[in-house]
């Protein structure tokens, strides 16, 4: 008689054997990710360091997991060992006021390098001038803005729309808003579908909205490609797509004000000429890591999209477990999970935040039956 219990364990025995085979050879290529500073330490970092920078970098290294990796110590790094390497830089004076150790010849050499090679670079706020001085981009920046501290009860957020002004078939020449609402790097992110009139010459549009600031205090740093090649008709979507195809780039987002094809303030920068890596640049207004001692309702959302970004150029095989991440939306119900170590010792009553570091096999049993392998690295 068929037992299909039997048969079961059979198939969680076969699968955890072939997950700590593949997972062994694979762990000695485990890279992860770094949070690259001027700062020596993370400690300095704090003592010294801009707010939002200091938040950012505490979320790598104790909630996404990473490395603290000095701009002081980069020479002696080998920076193969990583997948992805970020660079935040929020501080006052923007631009005028960007860390000349990042511009460095042999500091500049060595991150070009790593990047020609394959690696990834998550680049924010005006860290996007980075992409300027390896030389992927151009600095056609045509949003530059540095103001005081603005108290106000708004929301701010970043629209994945260019040309929301001109509505499909009903903006001149019948062109269309291009929109990049269903990209991956949005995914999971809350939002609001807000909706505009401009009369009766353009229709009524709607369009997603991705907040990431709540009300009260918020820092007035705003920086945004142009796109556009050769000119600066701003009506027409050409300003953006050739910019795209230019640089062999996806224009993802924009300040919500924005209506018109420009004004790029998140993008994604695929493999270009001799740069084999890629990079994502995140310079929105309100991407703001620390609300100046306020409780932000959205910081879900800026955690959000940039856990979406660094799962994406590969942080995710980071040295920490991402917590409440592992296999929640495969099983609508789990009947059981169980933990085994890389020698293929089941844990009992294994407890996934006091566990010591190492490598670990998750596997989850559905009440359907299906089952589900996931490779912990903590």
């Known amino acids: 008689m068929f037992n299909m219990n039997y048969s079961f364990k059979i198939l969680r025995i076969f699968v955890f054997m072939f997950v700590v085979c593949c997972f062994s050879a694979a762990n000695a290529q485990t890279k992860k990710a770094a949070f690259l500073s001027t700062f020596s330490s993370f400690t300095s970092l704090q003592s010294n360091g801009d707010d939002d920078e200091i938040a950012a970098a505490d979320w790598l290294l104790n909630t996404y997991g990473g490395d603290f990796l000095s ?10 060992q990583y997948n992805v390497i970020w660079l935040a830089i929020e501080r006052d004076n923007g631009f005028s006021n960007f860390p000349v150790t990042l511009t460095n010849p042999t500091v500049l050499s060595k991150i070009k390098t790593f990047y020609q090679n394959g690696g990834n670079l998550l680049l924010t706020n005006y860290a996007v001038k980075y992409l300027y001085e390896l030389g992927r981009a151009n600095n056609d920046f045509g949003e530059i803005y540095e103001g005081p501290v603005d108290y106000n009860e708004d929301t701010w ?3 994945p729309v260019f040309g929301r002004w001109f509505t499909a078939a ?3 020449n019948n062109v269309y808003a291009i929109d990049r609402s269903d990209d991956p790097l949005y995914r999971g992110l809350t939002y609001e579908i807000r909706f505009i009139n401009e009369g009766q010459e353009f229709a009524e549009y709607t369009y997603t909205f991705y907040p990431l600031i709540g009300p009260g205090p918020k ?15 701003f009506s027409l979507p050409s300003n953006i797509t050739e910019f795209e195809t230019r640089f062999n780039m996806e224009a993802l987002g924009t ?7 420009r004004y790029i303030t998140i993008g994604r920068w695929l493999k270009h000429n001799n740069f084999n890596g890629k990079a994502i640049t995140i310079s929105e207004w309100s991407y703001e890591w620390n609300q100046n001692n306020t409780i932000n309702p959205y910081q879900a ?8 970004a660094l799962d994406e150029l590969g942080g995710n095989s980071s040295s920490y477990l991402i917590k409440n991440e592992v296999n929640k939306d495969k099983c609508d119900n789990t009947v059981k999970t169980e933990i085994y170590n890389i020698n293929g010792k089941l844990l009992q009553n294994a407890d996934l935040e006091t566990m010591q570091k190492g490598i670990y096999i998750l596997i989850e049993t559905c009440s359907n039956g299906n089952i589900y392998t996931k490779k912990i690295v903590k």
């Open 71 to 80: 701009v002081s110590s980069i020479l002696s790094v080998d920076l193969s």
């Open 157 to 159: 957020g970043l629209i």
């Open 170 to 172: 009903h903006g001149p």
């Open 219 to 233: 820092e007035i740093h705003r920086v945004a490609w142009n796109g556009g090649v050769s000119d600066y008709n």
């Open 255 to 261: 300040f919500e004000f924005n209506e018109y094809y």
């Open 301 to 308: 959302n800026i955690q959000r999209l940039t856990k979406n």
